[in-house]
């Protein structure tokens, strides 16, 4: 007779020593996540600039002068509007003359520039002068980012389905110090494009090497048990975001900040001694010696006794069947596909303002590194509140709730941007948006592990990703629309995390709901809620 693998963990321990073990271990892998994903909070950070004045040495100059110093008697203030120059991107002709200048006075355009450097050494801005005209670049590098991130989730998921787990994990890792210190290189000596590759590489590294740590630490722990782990994974994420600002804050210099964030890296690659293949994937590529040796270790660790099982005879099935699925299985009758795409279009949105609003922490005035280091705590009582309340309200509301309120957060904050005596307010109303919608990442990734069908379960959960690695492409163009109205940011955050949430009360709730294995169970489970007539409770929910 078959065994189920979750069967043998409910004997040799569902979340026992060796379990804490490895997520932590695994937990310090997924780190790095929050580290590279939101460097270009500072990498990518504006600077203050004016055109450089005639005869002046650039390697001496000081960016902030007299409003009067470029030889004219007019303010500053005066230029963009009355005579079409900003000392910017444009500035007269002849700014030497000294003397009163009218409207006839020609202007040029600005090929050199002074750059603010009281908060930043320097940044992409003003390594490669990524103003006027190539503005657009310095949002563009960020999403060439998140595009690795998205090319990464795919590729190396594919990878450690041929390889292995633990081995993809030590090559992203690997590849991961590699193009950083690349990344870092190429940032003093190379051109803007190279970094740009550079960045997509790091992108593609650090999506394979988080993906891989979270899959691992699914796979390792028992069904009864695996909600909270993969929920604080997310956790070890915001680690990173919070250790990111405080090591940003004493080091101003983008060289050496990406070379302390990639380097220690390396440290990772002594997982190979420290932890093991994951034993549900040998599993499934008929390892079983292999299998059996880890089981073991895990039952002595656990201080468990292994009742003979014939690793041998594990189900491997619902593998088999998953390997034939396609994401066409997902569109293919109507009332799955209204589910697919309204899961699909959570994931969007969440992509979308967390990083919106992690990315965008600079816009908000105060301090930079400590409005990062609050994005990244603020996620912390979030996962907590999830962990606590999803099995005790259902996911459907909860998602909704959270979605809601991040939304009417961010849509709050809108009077009180751009007025420094109302920052607190600003700030405090993106956190708590932050909040909202760190729970609802939190609960899709849960609710689409319940709601697929068994046979498409990993295409729906990769095709969810996929979704929401499109919202984080997207996040860094819409931060600059701060530049056309300032609150236009936030506008969009909250119209679509609002919408988001009410179309999640579509959905069917996953609860204590026996789940669908086949696709005609996922179409009747979409369209009544229940898989069968006279449903009944399914405790032991799969995550992945």
Known sequence: ????????????????????????????????????????????????????????????????????SFGTNDPVSNYTEKKGWDYQCTMPINSTLKG???????????????????????????????????????????SVYMAGFLTGCIFFGAISDKIGRIRTFLLCSLLQVIFGV??????????????VIMRYLVGTTTAGQYTTAFVMIVEMIGPSWRMGPAILMQGWFAIGTMLLAFIAYFIRDPFTLQLVIALPIILLLSYYWLVPESARWLIAEDKYKKAQAIIKTIARKNNHTLIGINVGLLDIEVKKDDVSAT???????????????????????????????????????????????????????????????LNRFGRKK??????????????????????????????????????????????????????????????????GSMH???????????????????????????????????????LPETLNMHLPETVEDGERFAKTGTCQPNDVPDSDVELA
């Open 468 to 506: 929401a690695r499109i919202g984080g492409l997207l996040a860094p163009q819409v931060i600059p629309l701060n530049k056309i109205w300032q609150p236009l940011p936030s506008v969009i955050y909250g119209v679509f995390a609002i919408f988001a949430g009410a179309i999640s009360l579509l």
């Open 182 to 195: 690349g990344g870092a290189l190429m940032f003093q000596y190379g051109p803007f494009s190279a970094y």
């Open 327 to 389: 994401c066409c299985d997902l569109l293919r009758m109507p009332n799955l596909r209204k589910v697919s795409i309204n899961v699909f279009f959570q994931w969007f949105v969440c992509s979308l303002v967390y990083y919106g609003l992690s990315l965008g922490s600079g816009t908000l005035g105060g301090s930079i590194y400590i409005n990062l280091f609050l994005s990244g705590l603020i996620e912390f009582p979030a996962y907590i509140v999830c962990c606590l309340t």
């Open 398 to 463: 909860l998602l909704c709730s959270s979605l809601i309120f991040g939304g009417m957060a961010c849509l709050a904050c809108i009077p009180f941007l751009g007025n420094n005596d109302l920052m607190p307010y600003a700030i405090t109303f993106s956190l708590l948006g932050k909040f909202g919608i760190s729970a609802s990442f939190a609960i899709i990734y849960i609710y689409s592990a319940e709601v697929f069908p068994t046979v498409v379960r990993n295409v729906g959960i990769g095709a």
């Open 1 to 68: 007779m078959a065994v189920d693998y979750d069967n043998v963990l409910q004997n040799i321990g569902e979340f026992g020593k060796f379990q804490i073990i490895q997520f932590l271990l695994l937990g310090i892998g997924g780190i790095p996540g929050g580290l590279q994903n939101l460097a270009s909070v500072f990498l990518a950070a504006d600077q203050q600039f004016r055109c450089k004045k005639d005869h002046e040495n650039l390697m001496e100059s000081l960016y902030w002068v007299s409003n009067y």
């Open 100 to 142: 009163k200048v009218n409207n006839t006075v020609d202007y040029v355009e600005c090929n050199q520039w002074v750059y603010d450097s009281s908060t930043f050494e320097s940044t992409i801005v003003s390594q490669w002068d990524l103003v006027c005209d190539n503005k657009w670049k310095v949002s563009m590098s960020t």
